[in-house]
């Protein structure tokens, strides 16, 4: 079946360390998106990327990082100037359908961790 | 984006219509009108959208006023598992984050 995967479900960092987030979808979407979301509030977007080998900082790039050199992997780095990094992660990809952005689809996220 | 407005919490009763109601007096021409719903440690599922008629699919069914500033996302025979935070999106055709707020608590019971 067509769909978003992210791995780890869940993921624990050390001080000073460097963890990535792995998506992947095979929906042949363009558009991918990284969003994070804290306890009892609504998704903020890290970073997006409309096309193979360009992507742009989000409301809340800093500490962060992506690359998109696969049309279905973007990978998201969460970086150790990330200061606050517990929270849930969530991917999501969309296609552009007769110039209309069609609706997003999401993975199942990946919940982050201090140790 | 046009902002919404959105109870925080419904209850209904497993079998029965679950009516959804979102308010979005300030959406523009070309804002569409999405429902996304999470299920506690899930990622967002997309459910529906609209433009101004009234959509069905599968799922749900949405009713947009003829105004479009208020629409109702309805959910036919809800069951214990449409238990969910609902959540009205409005937003344009081009690229544009999603921006999620408090969304309704739905608690279907038995």
């Known amino acids: 079946d067509g769909g978003i995967t992210q791995s780890p479900k869940y993921l624990f960092r050390k001080e000073g360390q460097n963890v990535t987030l792995s998506c992947e979808q095979n929906l042949n979407h363009d558009a991918m998106y990284w969003y994070r979301q804290d306890p009892g509030q609504g998704l903020r977007l890290i970073y997006y990327s409309q096309i193979v080998n360009d992507f742009q900082k989000g409301d809340i790039a800093e500490g962060y990082s992506v690359s998109r050199e696969k049309k279905e992997s973007f990978p998201l780095t969460v970086t150790s100037a990330q200061k606050n990094p517990t929270a849930f992660y969530l991917c999501?990809?969309?296609?552009?359908?007769?110039?209309?952005?069609?609706?997003?689809?999401f993975g199942d996220g990946t919940r982050l961790s201090i140790l | 984006d046009a902002k919404t407005t959105q109870p925080p919490s419904m209850d209904c009763a497993e079998g029965r219509a679950a009516n959804l109601p979102c308010n979005h007096s300030t959406i523009s021409g070309n804002e569409y009108v999405y429902w996304y719903r999470q299920i506690h440690s899930q990622g967002p599922q997309y459910i529906i959208h609209?433009?101004?008629n009234n959509e069905t699919n599968e799922m749900a069914s949405l009713i947009i006023t003829e105004d479009r500033k208020s629409s109702t996302l309805i959910l036919p025979h809800a069951t214990l598992r449409d238990t969910a935070v609902y959540y009205c999106i409005v937003r344009g055709t081009g690229f544009q984050k999603l921006v999620f707020g408090t969304g309704t608590r739905l608690l279907v019971s038995p």
């Open positions: 609209g433009l101004k």
């Open positions: 999501a990809s969309s296609v552009r359908d007769r110039g209309v952005n069609q609706p997003q689809h």
